[in-house]
């Protein structure tokens, strides 16, 4: 049996996004108080495969989007019923900043700073009436690949290489936001620090390869617990936090109960052999509004005493 070091979670994160491009369907949210124009607008898009959600009115708009519908591109006339086009561009960046979706300027009026002034706003692209329906759809088309690509690099940069669970880096991103959403609900919440034990001796017996499948093994394990409920991240090497959005310290202590006693009972097996691995477990509360780092150096020293307790175990 040959082990190769691949890393497969995000490689197929990366083909499945390839595939969502080339076969995936593009929806566009499109934005025109003119009803002719704006069942002229879906039509053409329509007619090339595009799906449309069609708004007459700004408020109607950003009521899709605050649904949480998946639109790729906005297209929208600058002069709505209720706002100005610019208006809504400047809602819906408000309301997901960087992680905008491109917003399409469209206008019959002559000015051409109309289109200056969309694009200065944040716009990403700006279409006047009338307009080659090819060049139309080709402008659309393009924004929504370009966010396409743009969302499978967030998710890249946010995923740990080995494991494609969240790595460090979107853990410090997004922790801070959780824990003031827990703390702001009147919840305490939780941190956990998950660490293998006697890792390194494991990779000294059986080499890097081995235990390369041994950190997927748990990080596999750990998420199919964890689920999208709670935050999950490979810190680095062997260590692993969990940030619980909102559970008590019990419920919390019971959690890790459960992944540490699940992890000590699966069989991994690897290169013909059958391994078995423990995992420490340091739990820290969070009550208050602290630094970050505290919250996890008080999660560190749990585990700490959970190592020098003689391992196996949740510390809190
Ligand atoms: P303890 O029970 O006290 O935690 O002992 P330990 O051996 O697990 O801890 P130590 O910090 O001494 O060793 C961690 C090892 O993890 C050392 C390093 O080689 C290994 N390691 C770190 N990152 C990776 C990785 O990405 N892949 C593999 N295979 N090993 C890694
Ligand atoms: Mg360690
Ligand atoms: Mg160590
Ligand atoms: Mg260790």
Redesign the pocket.
Known sequence: CIVKNEPDSINRLIAAVDRALANGRTTVLLVDSNLASLHDLAGILREQRISVVEASRGDAALHVIDAGDAIDVVVTDTNLADMAGAVLLKEIHDRQGDEAMPVIGLSDEGDARLAARFIEAGGADFVRKPFLEAEFCGRVRYAAAMQKRMQALRRVAASDY?TGIYNRRHFFLTGPRLVDQCLRRGDGTSIAIL?????????DTYG?????I??KHVARRMKALVGEEHLLARL???EFSILFNGLSVREAFAFCERIRLGLAKSKIVADDEELTITV?VGLATIEAPESFDNYLHAADQFLYMA?HAG?NRVMS
């Open positions: 080995l660490d293998i034990d006697h890792f390194k001796r494991l990779n890097h390869e081995i235990g390369d041994v950190l680095g090497g062997e420490s190592k391992r």
